[in-house]
């Protein structure tokens, strides 16, 4: 083969990579978070004394409706999740055809996390133990969603007055 035309197959064949690469949509990236502390007064707010649970379990459940000018589709699922070290859970979605999350109304979504098991025993009674409330972080750029859950507690089944007071 000539060179001359070896590199003419391979800039046509690599024009059309880019070419096919170009026109595929964007794969959406959908990430859930929250977080699991110890609210050691039961005043369900952070102060001095409260502390993130790492090895807490909790559950999550969500609804994702594709909003699709043809069809109306919903994803449902159930996992499990461990928060970390730091008391965090998270869920990363995987990709689904229809979901762009992104987009202005393209996505109706409910997601609820619910307490399980706490990691630390002196801490172990549900305070917050379920949320269906979340906001959201969106770029449109990236078609990224994070999807922030608002934190979830337990507490001791006594207070400590030499801690928190009366």
């Given at each position: 083969?000539?060179?001359?035309?070896f590199?003419?197959?391979?800039?046509?064949?690599?024009?059309?990579?880019?070419?096919?690469?170009?026109?595929?949509?964007?794969?959406?990236?959908?990430?859930?978070?929250?977080?699991?502390?110890?609210?050691?007064?039961?005043?369900?707010?952070?102060?001095?004394?409260?502390?993130?649970?790492?090895?807490?379990?909790v559950?999550?459940?969500?609804?994702?409706?594709?909003a699709?000018p043809r069809?109306?589709?919903?994803?449902?699922?159930?996992?499990?999740?461990?928060?970390?070290?730091?008391?965090?859970?998270?869920?990363?979605?995987?990709?689904?055809?229809?979901?762009y999350?992104a987009?202005?109304?393209?996505?109706?979504?409910?997601?609820?996390?619910?307490?399980?098991?706490?990691?630390?025993?002196?801490?172990?009674?549900?305070?917050?133990?379920t949320?269906?409330?979340?906001?959201?972080?969106?770029?449109?750029?990236?078609?990224?969603?994070i999807?922030?859950?608002?934190?979830?507690?337990?507490?001791?089944?006594?207070?400590?007055?030499?801690?928190?007071?009366?």
């Amino acid at each position: 083969m000539e060179p001359t035309a070896f590199f003419f197959l391979l800039f046509s064949t690599i024009s059309m990579i880019l070419q096919l690469e170009a026109s595929r949509p964007i794969i959406p990236h959908i990430t859930l978070m929250g977080m699991v502390y110890c609210d050691t007064c039961s005043i369900h707010s952070f102060n001095n004394h409260t502390f993130l649970l790492s090895g807490a379990d909790v559950r999550i459940d969500c609804k994702f409706n594709a909003a699709s000018p043809r069809t109306a589709e919903q994803i449902s699922f159930s996992v499990n999740r461990t928060t970390n070290r730091y008391g965090v859970y998270r869920l990363d979605i995987p990709s689904v055809d229809g979901i762009y999350c992104a987009r202005d109304a393209a996505v109706l979504n409910t997601c609820r996390a619910t307490l399980i098991r706490s990691s630390f025993a002196g801490c172990d009674v549900p305070g917050f133990a379920t949320t269906s409330d979340e906001f959201s972080i969106k770029s449109a750029k990236g078609n990224v969603c994070i999807y922030s859950m608002f934190s979830l507690s337990f507490r001791p089944s006594k207070k400590d007055p030499a801690i928190c007071g009366k």
